[in-house]
């Protein structure tokens, strides 16, 4: 018998060409590979940016509820160092921060934003020229996209979240533990 006759198999060219580029011959993506590729990537980001976004806005909160705290503690501070004691009667601290360099930065006043928000300090009314009350209030610089909430401290040293918004320690204000 003669020697038997192997017939090629068909195989598809992609196959067939191994020293060849793969896919059949093609250097690039086809437009459906493109258009799955973009939404993987559409779906991911819609995944991740908006927690990314809450634990941004938890930690300028955080860092804002901080902030209040050692304001309070150094206004405190000040009214003991003061022959009478007196809060600062100057709005934003003027005279604290030129009394005493170490206690509070100016530029937590700026009015750029630290953390996302913005600081205020309200002496109350002097009475017999000695300041017995102060507010002191951070608003988020965009509300929702820095911070959600405002934040008040007095001089209790209570914090409290300021529900109403009106840079005012209130009541009513709920206590933040």
């Known amino acids: 018998m003669g020697g038997a006759i192997v017939k090629k198999k068909f195989l598809p060219k992609v196959y067939r060409n191994s020293d060849g580029p793969a896919m059949g011959g093609r250097n690039a993506f086809t437009l459906l590979e493109i258009i799955i590729m973009v939404a993987v990537i559409a779906l991911m980001t ?8 809450r634990t941004r806005i938890g930690a300028n909160e955080a860092a804002a509820q901080a902030a209040l705290k050692s304001l309070s503690m150094s206004c405190e501070r000040y009214r003991e160092e003061q022959r009478v004691p007196s809060y600062d009667p100057a709005d934003n601290c003027a005279g604290m921060t030129a ?24 002496s109350g009314a002097p009475v017999n020229n000695v300041v017995q ?4 209030a951070a608003r988020p610089v965009r509300e929702n996209m820095t911070g959600v909430r405002w934040f008040v401290i007095d001089e209790s040293g209570v914090l409290r979240e300021d529900a109403d918004k009106d840079a005012v320690a209130d009541a009513e204000d709920p206590i933040i533990q």
């Open 133 to 136: 009350t102060y507010d002191c």
């Open 99 to 122: 009394a005493d360099p170490g206690g509070i930065s100016a530029e937590l006043f700026a009015v750029n934003d630290r953390e996302g928000y913005v600081f205020s300090y309200v």
């Open 46 to 53: 819609a995944i991740i940016i908006p927690g990314f976004l």
